[in-house]
């Protein structure tokens, strides 16, 4: 069976309305966002109350298999050492002392049950953003723990819950709901499905992804996050390989790729297939930081010695948005690209 990709399906009505589903999914992130973090507020207001009537915790442990994205927001401004413990259960040190918080947004994962139930058993503090009726919420049932409710199933919608109850006890950053929803309305708004191939950065993206091996690099924390999230992306969507990591990591992929000749038959090899080369996506958070410069000009300049095509995805913005809703804008534009990749694919 082999994979060609049609770039004329990504504005044809019939086939984008088949795919309707995905689409407006990832059009209703910024709603999802407004969503979760008006019914939780009732229960922030109280674990905030809670947090405020006690002392500073000793540290802050991030349980669960979503604890790297709260790592990457809270580990540079954290004024308490913080620690994010995917695997089951928790640090053999947490105690009472200490803060327990997690992302649970579907709430039926056993081992994050099982590491919210040790942290109550122990005496931690504990703030779970989870659905109120899951299993994790069941063992969650404690006397120091909130349960922050949660019901649309979006990471990130659950984050952002989590981060303004951090924000408001003064353990993590400025993380405003609002602009974050809008910078996710201001992505959706671009990438609509309604806005054709001349104007659509995703659909363009797309293009420039079909038939290649991305290479995905974001220089900063969060836009290094954005960059693996992308990658599972487009690998799901396409099923083939897209890779990120640091600029270390790579160099050497960009390096091993053979230079592009102008004389090359476009066809590889005597059965057919096309060279499927690397494309280096580079994710742009606006971040000026000398070193990551320095990374991003290093990664351009040995892909353009190679001849390897070089993209660049920047924020939907203006200026001024917090860290995290940068990072929002990067992911979602990249989930776009990766919706419309598989859209524009066809298999014979």
Same mark, same amino acid.
């Given at each position: 069976?082999?994979?060609?990709?049609?770039?004329?399906?990504?504005?044809?009505?019939?086939? =984008? #309305? !088949? $795919?309707? @589903? &995905? *689409?407006?999914? /990832?059009?209703?992130?910024?709603?999802?966002? %407004?969503?979760?973090?008006? +019914?939780?507020?009732?229960?922030?207001?109280?674990?905030?109350?809670?947090?405020?009537?006690?002392?500073?915790?000793?540290?802050?442990?991030?349980?669960?298999?979503?604890?790297?994205?709260?790592?990457?927001?809270?580990?540079?401004?954290?004024?308490?050492?913080?620690?994010?413990?995917?695997?089951?259960?928790?640090?053999?040190?947490?105690?009472?002392?200490?803060?327990?918080?997690?992302?649970?947004?579907?709430?039926?994962?056993?081992?994050?049950?099982?590491?919210?139930?040790?942290?109550?058993?122990?005496?931690?503090?504990?703030?779970?953003?989870?659905?109120?009726?899951?299993?994790?919420?069941?063992?969650?049932?404690?006397?120091?723990?909130?349960?922050?409710?949660?019901?649309?199933?979006?990471? =990130? #919608? !659950? $984050?952002? @819950? &989590? *981060?303004?109850? /951090?924000?408001?006890?003064?353990?993590?950053? %400025?993380?405003?709901?609002? +602009?974050?929803?809008?910078?996710?309305?201001?992505?959706?708004?671009?990438?609509?499905?309604?806005?054709?191939?001349?104007?659509?950065?995703?659909?363009?993206?797309?293009?420039?992804?079909?038939?290649?091996?991305?290479?995905?690099?974001?220089?900063?924390?969060?836009?290094?996050?954005?960059?693996?999230?992308?990658?599972?992306?487009?690998?799901?969507?396409?099923?083939?390989?897209?890779?990120?990591?640091?600029?270390?990591?790579?160099?050497?992929?960009?390096?091993?790729?053979?230079?592009?000749?102008?004389?090359?038959?476009?066809?590889?090899?005597?059965?057919?297939?096309?060279?499927?080369?690397?494309?280096?996506?580079?994710?742009?958070?606006?971040?000026?930081?000398?070193?990551?410069?320095?990374?991003?000009?290093?990664?351009?300049?040995?892909?353009?010695?190679?001849?390897?095509?070089?993209?660049?995805?920047?924020?939907?913005?203006?200026?001024?948005?917090?860290?995290?809703?940068?990072?929002?804008?990067?992911?979602?534009?990249?989930?776009?690209?990766?919706?419309?990749?598989?859209?524009?694919?066809?298999?014979?």
């Amino acid at each position: 069976m082999s994979t060609w990709f049609d770039e004329s399906r990504l504005d044809d009505e019939r086939v =984008l #309305a !088949a $795919a309707d @589903v &995905v *689409l407006r999914a /990832l059009a209703e992130s910024g709603a999802r966002v %407004r969503r979760e973090r008006a +019914e939780a507020g009732e229960a922030l207001a109280a674990a905030v109350q809670r947090a405020h009537d006690g002392a500073r915790p000793r540290a802050v442990v991030a349980a669960g298999p979503d604890s790297r994205l709260l790592r990457a927001v809270l580990e540079p401004w954290c004024p308490v050492p913080f620690v994010a413990w995917p695997g089951p259960g928790l640090p053999g040190w947490v105690g009472s002392l200490d803060l327990v918080v997690m992302l649970a947004p579907e709430g039926h994962d056993a081992g994050s049950a099982f590491a919210v139930a040790e942290a109550t058993r122990r005496g931690a503090q504990v703030v779970v953003a989870c659905p109120p009726d899951s299993l994790v919420a069941e063992h969650a049932a404690g006397r120091w723990t909130t349960v922050l409710p949660v019901h649309t199933g979006d990471q =990130l #919608a !659950a $984050a952002v @819950v &989590v *981060l303004d109850y /951090l924000e408001r006890v003064q353990l993590g950053p %400025r993380a405003d709901a609002e +602009e974050l929803a809008d910078a996710l309305d201001a992505v959706a708004g671009a990438c609509s499905p309604f806005r054709d191939l001349a104007v659509n950065p995703a659909k363009m993206l797309a293009i420039a992804l079909a038939e290649t091996s991305p290479v995905v690099w974001g220089g900063s924390v969060l836009a290094a996050r954005a960059a693996r999230r992308v990658a599972e992306s487009i690998r799901r969507a396409s099923g083939t390989s897209a890779i990120a990591g640091d600029a270390e990591h790579l160099m050497p992929v960009l390096e091993a790729a053979r230079p592009r000749d102008l004389f090359d038959d476009p066809v590889a090899d005597g059965e057919g297939a096309a060279e499927r080369r690397p494309l280096l996506l580079i994710l742009d958070d606006g971040s000026t930081e000398a070193l990551q410069v320095e990374q991003r000009d290093r990664l351009a300049g040995t892909a353009a010695a190679r001849g390897i095509r070089v993209e660049t995805m920047t924020c939907q913005e203006d200026g001024g948005w917090t860290e995290v809703s940068r990072y929002a804008s990067l992911v979602l534009q990249g989930r776009y690209a990766a919706a419309y990749l598989r859209i524009g694919l066809i298999e014979e």
